[in-house]
């Protein structure tokens, strides 16, 4: 909770200077989205499935956004967000599996935990020669995403449980492209990926957004979106994973 409240605080004190500040402009947004998990998870032992052997299922969540742009060219603009992302489960077991000191077998009841909240932290600059008409908004840029990993396997039957945890900063290349061709609506699209020593990671999003309020100061809009993300990680602590997540979305929030 209290990552939480600093990540909207945080979302705040950026966009506070767009009041202020003649030629920022800004944007700020809460969602809901619901996240759609597969694949598998292992931590010195073999994988283990997420929904069949961890019986992991779907989550409802929230994310928190916040965008600044300012009119100095030399200086990258900023983009932050955070993304909650815990899911657990309860069941009973139908194949063995080892996960750290812990040995889960047939018929064995366990519960689990696994978490991927998601921390962005992104610099990036418009390009001008492809903006047009502003009909046409592209960037690109740098996302440092942290992912806080953890993950806790509990044998119900036999009493046993095992954790495994990592904080992990990842660079990311980024880049969104945003088509307005009236003021009512715009579609806007965004990736973020890097593949390197047999680890990969990309999402990439598409969003049909709304601005049905528009005033001289600022507009409502809001977005409605679906997004994919892909994380694959090859021996980090321990720990490696294979992961899908599908997230239809939805937000609303204000632009400056």
Known sequence: MRKT????????????????VPGVDGEISAGYIKQDISGWVKYKGNEA?????????????????????????????????????????????TKSYTFGNVTVNVNDRVQTKLDLDHYDFVLFYN????????????????????????????????????????????????????IKPIDLFSVLIEANGIAYQGHHYYDISGELRIKPVQTAV???????????????????????????????YARIGLLF
């Not at 019986?55 to 967000?81: C, Q, T, Y």
């Open 5 to 20: 409240v600093y990540c909207l605080a945080a979302a705040g004190i950026i966009s506070f200077p767009v009041f202020a």
């Open 49 to 93: 499935d997420l929904e069949d052997d961890l019986k992991i299922g779907d989550e409802n969540s929230f994310f928190v956004r916040a965008k600044l742009e300012h009119p100095i060219p030399i200086l990258p603009n900023i983009k932050l967000m955070y993304e909650r992302m815990r899911f657990s489960g309860d069941g009973t077991v």
């Open 127 to 178: 390009l001008p020669f492809i903006n047009f008409l502003q009909v046409i908004d592209a960037e690109i840029g740098l996302n440092i995403r942290v992912i806080d990993f953890y993950a806790k396997v509990r044998d119900v039957t036999r009493n046993e449980e095992d954790t495994a945890s990592f904080v992990a900063p990842i660079p990311m290349l980024h880049g969104s492209l945003e």
């Open 218 to 248: 600022a507009d409502i809009f809001v977005g409605l979106g679906y997004k994919y993300e892909k994380l694959k990680i090859d021996d980090i602590d321990d720990t490696s994973a294979d992961i899908k997540i599908k997230q239809p």
